[in-house]
């Protein structure tokens, strides 16, 4: 209740249920609707959030070389925000509610590997409500040809 007087905006108080540690600012104002640069600097300033030691723009360290390592050559580069929304809304147009379980683990995920592995389960929803025409299509937004 003293978070919600100090922050107004839902926008800002869903950005701090999602701040993780583990997240970059620039995963997070990619994926959370309404949130503007201006809010972390304002969460900060009012002592709810602050920097990770070491952190940086980008993922750094094993997080860097699992991004690099995952990238196979027959899939179309996507990076972690553009797959995120990319599938966050195939989530939303393909499945409806029915995807909501797994819109989260999509929010999640903390890397381009996992986010791989609620592709993969949401193609596979996908086959078993739409069937394989549909299926295809959505592997083929989502990895390339």
Do not use: C, H, W
Not at 66 to 94: G, H, N, V
Not at 108 to 133: C, F, H, N, T, Y
């Amino acid at each position: 209740m003293q978070t919600r007087a100090l922050v107004k905006e839902r926008s800002q108080r869903n950005l701090l249920l999602l701040i993780d540690g583990v997240k970059t600012e620039e995963m997070l104002l990619a994926n959370v609707v309404g949130v503007k640069p201006e809010d972390f600097k304002l969460l900060e300033s009012l002592n709810l959030i602050a920097p990770v030691a070491g952190s940086s723009s980008r993922p750094s360290g094993e997080k860097a070389a699992a991004f690099a390592e995952t990238e196979p050559a027959d899939i179309a580069p996507l990076d972690y925000p553009k797959f995120t929304a990319a599938l966050t809304q195939m989530i939303s147009s393909e499945l409806g509610l029915r995807g909501f379980t797994l819109t989260l683990a999509v929010e999640k995920a903390s890397s381009i590997e996992e986010l791989r592995d609620v592709a993969d389960r949401v193609i596979e929803q996908i086959r078993d409500r739409k069937g394989l025409p549909a299926a295809e299509k959505a592997r083929r937004t989502l990895f390339g040809s």
